[in-house]
């Protein structure tokens, strides 16, 4: 089924998985969006209920680290997403991924190489 996280467990994740692991005033810091300590602590408990997190003590505090990769969040977040904005269109999608005018010129290759592979292994 996959895994799936509201906008702000979203964004703990993030801060989660970026550090390798955190702490609540950690994740509290990195959301800048002066959310409540308790409001935080209460993201995290909700991931950790949900086997998304695990936590140790370190020293007064609990750390918490991931127990979930951000591809099992990426691949149903993506699905969503063209499900729900893209009308299930992969060229649209791909098409809105092309016309950033931040995407580089590496990028760009990086991306041409991957849909070469990809169409060499359906041709095979």
Do not use: C
Request: net charge neutral.
């Amino acid at each position: 089924m996959g895994v799936n996280f509201t906008n702000r467990e979203l964004d703990a994740m993030a801060i989660v998985w970026r550090r390798g692991s955190a702490t609540v005033s950690e994740v509290q810091e990195e959301l800048g969006d002066k959310l409540a300590y308790t409001s935080v602590m209460t993201i995290l408990k909700t991931l950790e209920s949900k086997g998304h997190v695990l936590h140790q003590m370190d020293g007064r505090a609990y750390r918490y680290y991931p127990q979930v990769e951000p591809s099992a969040a990426g691949a149903r977040t993506l699905r969503r997403l063209l499900e729900k904005v893209y009308q299930g269109s992969r060229a649209m999608l791909v098409a809105e991924l092309l016309a950033d005018e931040g995407l580089s010129p590496a990028e760009l290759r990086r991306m041409k190489q991957l849909l070469d592979k990809r169409l060499e292994e359906m041709e095979q």
